[in-house]
Every structure is written in C-alpha cells, then in structure tokens.
C-alpha cells in the first residue's frame, strides 16, 4: 500500500470531508491534504476539473484519478484497499449499511441546517421537532450495540460521526440537549469521539459553532 | 440459483420498481412479483412492516429478508448473484457507476415531476430548462458509447432507463423534445428500449402520461 499516491481536496469545516478523514484512518491508508482555501468566493482549478458537475469537496485522488462525493470515495476505498474492511462481510449486511449511509446523507445535515437558519420561533420549532424525528429512527437502529453494526465501528458509523460536529451548533440553536430524548445514541458519539482516528479527524465543534455563528451574521440573523 | 426465493413488492407506475424488474431480467433472476394495489391511500401491511421508515416500494424479499430502496436493491442483487455482473471490475469503473447513480437518482425524477406539476408558463419554462441542464451532462458523459459503461448495458443504463418511462409527459407538458438536444442521449432510449429485458419490465409510457394527466386533474392543473 505504500506505493499508492493518495491525496485528499477538504475544506475544514465540510463534515463530509472530515468523514472521509476517518476513514482513511481507519484503514490506516497515508495521504496527502489538500485545503481548499475560502470554498465561499473562489474554488480552485483543481477543485472545478476534478468534480466538474458538483464542483465540491471532497475530492479523493488515487494515483491522480479523481473520486468525488464522500459516501462514494469511502466505499471506493473500502473496495481499492481492502486491509481493515468498513463494510459488512455478507451481501445482507452491506445493503443495511448502504440503505442507513443514504437515510444519513439525505437527512440529517439539511435537517440541522433548518434548525439555524431561521430567527422565526416557530421555524426552529418545526425543524428541532423534524430533526429529532430523524434521530428516532438512528437511534433506534442502533439499538444496544456498541456501534451500528455491532461491536466494530465502521461505514455507517464513519457516515454518521462526521456530521456530528455541527450537533452543537443545532442543540445551540434548537435550544435542546440531544442525550435528553436518546441518550443511546449520545453515549455512541462519545464513544466514537474517544477513537484517535475520529478525534483526530475531526474539526471541534467549538470551531464549527462559531463557523455557524458568522453564517447567521451574515444572513441577518443575529 | 433455483433455490433463492425472491420476491418483489412492486407498483406498476413507479419508475423506481421498473428498473428493479430490468436489472433481475437482466441477471436472469426468476421472482414473484406481488403488486401493491394502491399506493395512494392504503399500503399493506406487507409494505409497512418490511419498509417502515420510507414505507415506499419497490420492496424485494430475498429468502424473506426484505432490502429497500430500488438503487440499493440493485447493488445487492449484483453482490448476491455474482453472475451476468451489471456494475465493471474496477473498483474505479464502479465508483464512476456509483457517481452516476446518484446523480441520477437525486435528480432526475423530482426535476422531471417540476415541469407537469405547475400551469404557470415561466415556472414550466425555468422547469424545462433545468431538466435539460441536468440531461446534459448525463449526455456528455454518455458521448459516443452505446451504453453508459461502454458497449454493455449495465448499472447507470439500468438506474436511469427505468425513469425515462416518465419522460414522454415531460415532453408533452414542457413542450420539448429531447432528441431536438440531445440526439445521442434519444439514441441511447431507443437502443435500451429495443431490449427484451427493458421493453418487457417497463409500463408503456402511454399508461405513464394517463397517470400525470390524471394527477393534474386531482391538483386541478387541467
């Protein structure tokens, strides 16, 4: 594995890049970084040929063929470097672990973003109520165990931990406490976050709050 | 293969169910299919207890165990019978497959669904147009191949041939024709259509566009 050239387009504060930093930490694969400076006034030429229709992070690059879109660029690397599997082993388990990675990708970040884009009481209301709703049925999914597919954190909780550092910023906001209706699943995003290949990746969310703080100064909202 | 018992939950107007049918005509897998009568105001019991979070077909039982959401379904279809394989070897071929299945799936259908839902004239032209912006890039990067994936009709075919069912009333109610744009893209719906496997799962679109008219007539669109 060490001849191959990895290298990853991120932006700090993406959630989705920080999820595919873990996990290439997880599969212990060693990479190069590379920060797209300011992605809110100008991206870059590599960023713009890379991922031509999306034009967004992350992009991963393997031997300079680029892969975008985190949930596809983990299970490629799942698939390219096979040491340390995220995925299940059985067909069964793999399409429960696709079938949870797109509930999370379609829901949780826009859920969270309704609840701190709008000073109106009755908006942050609605969108706590719907993200909460959305929690439910994670929560539920993951059930006693340690992580979502048993004892062994992988694809699925890799999707999920990524998003969490802008939990803070939507408890802020949503004035709610999200152990206070699942502590289950509060208590798997401190034992995630107890991971070096989690802790290390991840931005603060301190950091990420005050990201959603000037993005509220900049809409009027605060 | 003889053993398996699979079955699939289907509604006939549902694109999502169609390309089901297409990729287990195509991997030559014999089912049951049990229809839902009606989705709109009842859904089985069946459905609503092996698909309780979205509670939408398509649904397929493989030995009773249920796998949800058409493109997932797919997946694990090519994963479970290994053989007449829909998606490529690579691993890099496949995350280009898995690319476009996305795009296709996040996009197509809801933009196509703008153009007939509305009878304002410049919200169907905004409607037309940013279909066809969309159509565009999936006729680039079709270009000069028969298929997709080159010169066999595979996963991204199977994903997006399935919708085009749909696209008549498109047609119709933007006041377009697809091949007047993109003549390659028209091309590549014909070349699919003409396959048993395609033309033998697909509801007539004929059928399809009573179904939008009717839907109209419901919203008082007509």
Redesign the interface.
């Known amino acids: 594995m060490g001849k191959d050239d990895v290298k990853l387009l991120t932006m700090w504060a993406s959630p989705f890049c920080m999820r595919v930093k873990v996990a290439l930490a997880e599969k212990e694969i060693a990479y190069e970084e590379i920060q797209e400076n300011d992605l809110l006034t100008c991206k870059s030429d590599l960023l713009l040929t890379s991922n031509p229709?999306h034009k967004q992070v992350p992009v991963l690059f393997?031997d300079d063929?680029p892969?975008?879109?985190s949930?596809?660029?983990i299970?490629?690397l799942d698939?390219?470097f096979p040491a340390k599997p995220l995925f299940p082993e059985c067909?069964?388990g793999?399409?429960r672990a696709?079938?949870w990675a797109?509930?999370i990708d379609r829901k949780v970040h826009p859920a969270g973003r309704a609840i701190w884009s709008t000073k109106e009481k009755d908006e942050v209301e609605a969108a706590k109520n719907n993200f909460l709703e959305i929690m439910k049925?994670l929560d539920g999914t993951l059930g006693d165990k340690d992580y979502f597919n048993g004892d062994k954190f992988g694809f699925v909780d890799i999707l999920l931990i990524g998003l969490t550092t802008w939990f803070p910023a939507y408890e802020k906001y949503g004035d709610f406490k999200l152990e206070d209706h699942y502590p289950k699943l509060a208590a798997w995003i401190t034992r995630s976050w107890a991971r070096e290949t989690v802790s290390e990746s991840l931005t603060s969310p301190e950091k990420i709050t005050n990201i959603v703080i000037m993005l509220r100064k900049m809409h009027g909202l605060e």
Chains 1, 2 share one sequence.
């Open positions: 229709v393997h063929k892969i975008c879109e949930t596809n660029i299970t490629y698939e390219a067909a069964y793999r399409s696709r079938f797109d509930y049925y």
